[in-house]
Every structure is written in C-alpha cells, then in structure tokens.
C-alpha cells in the first residue's frame, strides 16, 4: 500500500543517514589518526593537506553514491 511504501522509503533515508554519519566518523577517526603521526613523526604539511584533500574526496564520491542509491530505492518503492 502507499503507506507502506512511505514507511519504507523513511527506513531508507534512516539508512542513508546512518551511513553517512558513519563515514563522517571514519573521516574524523582518519584525520586525527593523521594529525597525531604529524606531531609524532613530524611529517611535513604539504603531506597532511594533502591526506586530508585525498580522504575529503573519497568521502565526498562516497556520500554521492550513497544518496544516488538511496534515491533509486525510493523511486523504486514508489513506482511498486
């Protein structure tokens, strides 16, 4: 029924949500991860920025594939 498939299209964005947040946990996780390596092993900061542009962009084309998908499963509830 339509209500149904509401309540299932909210259990996805509730996923999604909870992916992303969990993504932005492995980010922070990695950037501290980073930043202590630089003060323990004193690497350049040329190295850091660059880490941190690395895993900013991976996060980035990571959270478009989960919207992308979690939009296709929405559209795919509603078109049942």
Avoid: C, W
Wanted: no cysteine.
């Amino acid at each position: 029924t339509e209500e149904r498939r509401a309540e299932l299209s909210k259990v996805v964005g509730k996923y999604e949500e909870e992916t992303k947040v969990a993504l932005r946990n492995h980010r922070r996780d990695f950037l501290d991860d980073v930043k202590r390596r630089e003060k323990e092993e004193k690497l350049p900061e040329a190295v850091v920025k660059s880490e941190e542009e690395k895993i900013d962009q991976e996060i980035k084309k990571l959270n478009e594939q989960i919207s992308s998908l979690a939009d296709g499963k929405r559209k795919e509830l509603m078109e049942m």
